[in-house]
T-cell receptor, first 113, second 117 residues
Framework: DGGITQSPKYLFRKEGQNVTLSCEQNLNHDAMYWYRQDPGQGLRLIYYSQIVNDFQKGDIAEGYSVSREKKESFPLTVTSAQKNPTAFYLC????????????FGSGTRLTVV | GESVGLHLPTLSVQEGDNSIINCAYS??????FIWYKQESGKGPQFIIDIRSNMDKRQGQRVTVLLNKTVKHLSLQIAATQPGDSAVYFCAENYREAGGTSYGKLTFGQGTILTVHP
């Protein structure tokens, strides 16, 4: 079955550490997105990529970095510069950037310890 | 910036009742709207969408209504079931100042729907 896979499901980060969240899709989608979700809030866009080797900052990109070396993969690194990283992170993909019907992954819950 | 918001953050209904979840949007340039359902600890799931050239669209047990005059969107769930309990988000397509869209969606705060047996 085609889908989008995020790993790990739970991740704990120590102060000052960088951590990388994985997002892989086998849907042959061009566009991929990272959103952050805080309790009781909607989703906020961190980064998005319309095509391989290209990505743009979203609304809350500070303290995060991404890469898009392969069509299937769009990893998100939460750097030590992100002062409040504890949140639920969602990756999504769509056929292309002109189509808004996202397929979401199951999310990664990141906690700072 | 422009945003999508919800009137009611929580909604409790009895099993079998109809549910109506409301959403207000402020970006008059938005032309596509989606409703998502999110269960606890999971990613959002697509429910139904509607383009701005329509005012109503029906799916299985769900109907989305769009009122562009007052910039209002609603999701109606018929014969609500306990399995419908979740957080429901509306989202609109996001357009840059020049009208270009990069497939970005702006999400509302969400409404918690609780269905009592």
């Amino acid at each position: 079955d085609g889908g989008i896979t995020q790993s790990p499901k739970y991740l704990f980060r120590k102060e000052g550490q960088n951590v990388t969240l994985s997002c892989e899709q086998n849907l042959n989608h061009d566009a991929m997105y990272w959103y952050r979700q805080d309790p009781g809030q909607g989703l906020r866009l961190i980064y998005y990529s319309q095509i391989v080797n290209d990505f743009q900052k979203g609304d809350i990109a500070e303290g995060y970095s991404v890469s898009r070396e392969k069509k299937e993969s769009f990893p998100l690194t939460v750097t030590s510069a992100q002062k409040n990283p504890t949140a639920f992170y969602l990756c999504a993909s769509s056929i292309d950037s002109a189509y808004y019907g996202y397929t979401f992954g199951s999310g990664t819950r990141l906690t700072v310890v | 910036g422009e945003s999508v918001g919800l009137h009611l953050p929580t909604l409790s209904v009895q099993e079998g009742d109809n549910s109506i979840i409301n959403c207000a949007y402020s970006n008059s340039a938005s032309d596509y709207f989606i409703w998502y359902k999110q269960e606890s600890g999971k990613g959002p799931q697509f429910i139904i969408d509607i383009r701005s050239n329509m005012d109503k669209r029906q799916g299985q047990r769900v109907t989305v209504l769009l009122n562009k005059t007052v910039k209002h969107l609603s999701l109606q769930i018929a014969a609500t079931q306990p399995g419908d309990s979740a957080v429901y988000f509306c989202a609109e397509n996001y357009r840059e100042a020049g009208g270009t869209s990069y497939g970005k969606l702006t999400f509302g705060q969400g409404t918690i729907l609780t269905v009592h047996p």
